[in-house]
């Protein structure tokens, strides 16, 4: 998976408004991790697309915020 390599980007180049590293939640990261993972076999992505459905609050934009920074620039 090129989640492990997005985590560790987020968390190097990435900062909250307060100036603290970036930081995934736990179910956040487990997200990341399957969102980028690949098929050993080919190495393409498992998956072209997603959903990610969650309540007000979870934290949706700041995430795909993160993913938009990661595959633009890391």
């Known amino acids: 998976t090129l989640g492990w ?3 560790a980007w987020t968390a190097t180049y990435l900062q909250h ?3 603290a590293p970036w930081r995934y939640t736990p179910e956040q ?3 990341s991790l399957w969102w980028y ?5 080919t190495t393409r992505f498992l998956w072209r697309d997603g959903v990610i459905q969650r309540l007000k ?3 949706k934009d700041p995430l795909v915020a ?3 920074a990661f595959e ?3």
């Open 37 to 41: 993972a690949l098929d050993p076999a």
């Open 5 to 7: 390599h997005c985590l």
């Open 29 to 31: 990261a487990r997200l």
């Open 57 to 59: 609050g979870w934290g």
């Open 17 to 19: 408004h307060v100036g």
């Open 72 to 74: 633009f620039v890391g």
């Open 66 to 68: 993160t993913w938009s």
